[in-house]
């Protein structure tokens, strides 16, 4: 048994192809995907501000990129600001303890879904947050957490990618405690 091919392949570029773009239904799919996440209640307390290269939304989320991120963000063909429903409206409770831990998870079935239909994804926190958040202005309670560049690679996966090793995630935590 090998790990699934979606999987194994996926790889977050740093170039984009600048001419490669997504149509509506492309975009729809993705976030029907990340829609269909799993969360804590089923509470869903997720939330996307999409922007394509080439609609004015687009111009307002680059110029919050870092210098980083500014270098080849901008190229990709759609960009996602991501945002965590983290405390009931106007008070400081807790929407959900696992606001971020949801975002997170349909972020991924939306990075694997965009993979599948041979679009890559990197996901990044190099931007300007409290610019951005003024400037978007999300709802109360809710908050960015991160951005995503989707469009097609413009380079092939690297080949010395490192991960730690599956003993190691079993014992790292308890190591120093036994
Ligand atoms: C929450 C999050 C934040 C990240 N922030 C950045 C970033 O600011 N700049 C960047 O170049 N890559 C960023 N990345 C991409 C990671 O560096 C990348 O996923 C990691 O090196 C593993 O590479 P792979 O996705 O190709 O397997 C981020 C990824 C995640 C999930």
């Given at each position: 048994m090998h790990v699934h091919p979606l999987l194994a392949s996926r790889f977050s570029p740093l170039?984009?192809?600048?001419?490669s773009t997504l149509t509506d239904d492309d975009v729809d799919l993705l976030l029907e995907a990340a829609r269909w996440a799993p969360s804590a209640g089923n509470s869903q307390p997720w939330a996307y501000f999409t922007a394509r290269r080439d609609e004015p939304e687009h111009k307002r989320i680059v110029r919050h990129l870092a210098a980083s991120s500014g270098r080849w963000a901008p190229s990709a063909g759609l960009l996602v600001v991501t945002m965590a429903h983290r405390f009931v409206e106007d008070t400081d409770?807790?929407?959900?303890?696992f606001a971020d831990y949801d975002l997170g998870q349909s972020v991924a079935h939306l990075t694997l879904q965009a993979h599948a239909m041979g679009l890559a994804c990197r996901q990044f926190r190099a931007f300007d947050l409290d610019a951005l958040t003024e400037d978007?202005?999300?709802?109360?309670g809710w908050h960015i957490v991160s951005m995503i560049a989707i469009g097609r690679a413009a380079e092939d996966r690297p080949q010395d990618r490192e991960r730690r090793t599956t003993s190691d995630l079993r014992t790292a935590p308890w190591s120093g405690a036994l």
């Open positions: 170039r984009f192809d600048p001419e409770w807790a929407y959900s303890d978007l202005s999300p709802g109360a």
